[in-house]
C-alpha cells in the first residue's frame, strides 16, 4: 500500500512524528533502496520506504516464518520436479523455491494479520497527512 505525502514532507520530518508514536523506529538506508523507516512491531518489522511523494508500506516477516516458507518452497519445488520428470527429484538449491517461498510466506503473515496491518496503515496515514502546527 501507499500513503501519500500530501503535505510534501521530508523524510526526517516524517521520521520524526512516526518516532513520537513509535519510539523504537529507526531511519536507515538499505543498500540500493530509498531512505526506510523502520518500525519493530511485535516480531516483525514495518517498513516505510520514502518517495518523493509517497510512501510504500512494507513489512518483513519474522525469521522464523521466512525459513518455513523456504522450506515450503523447496518442498514446492521438488514435488513439481518430480512430476515433470516422473521419478523423485528433490531440490535443495536455486534462488526459484527460495523467492517462491517467501512470497507465499508474506501472503499467507499478511492475511493472517490483516487488523495489525490495517490499524498500522491508518495510524502511519494520519501521522503523514497532518500538519503539526503546535511546534
Known amino acids: ?3 501519500s505525502n500530501s503535505q510534501s514532507k521530508s ?3 516524517i521520521f520524526s512524528e512516526v518516532q ?3 519510539p523504537k523506529a529507526e531511519l536507515k538506508k538499505p543498500f540500493l533502496s530509498p531512505l526506510t523507516i523502520i518500525i519493530p512491531h511485535d516480531n516483525f518489522k514495518f517498513l516505510l520506504r520514502y518517495k518523493k511523494n509517497y510512501l510504500q508500506v512494507d513489512f518483513t516477516p519474522p525469521v522464523y516464518w521466512l525459513l518455513g516458507g523456504m522450506l515450503a518452497g523447496f518442498a514446492l519445488f521438488t514435488a513439481i520436479l518430480s512430476i ?3 521419478r523423485l527429484v ?3 538449491g536455486g534462488v526459484i523455491p527460495v523467492i517462491i ?3 507465499i510466506i508474506k501472503v ?3 492475511s493472517t494479520r490483516k ?3 490495517k490499524s498500522f496503515e491508518d495510524e502511519a496515514n494520519i501521522l503523514v497527512n497532518t500538519t503539526n502546527n503546535g511546534i
Do not use: C, H, P
Open 20 to 22: 513520537t508514536q513509535f
Open 1 to 3: 500500500m501507499n500513503i
Open 108 to 110: 499467507v503473515f499478511k
Open 115 to 117: 487488523d495489525a496491518f
Open 90 to 92: 528433490i531440490s535443495f
Open 101 to 103: 517461498g517467501v512470497l
Open 84 to 86: 515433470i520428470f516422473q
Open 11 to 13: 523524510v526526517e520530518q
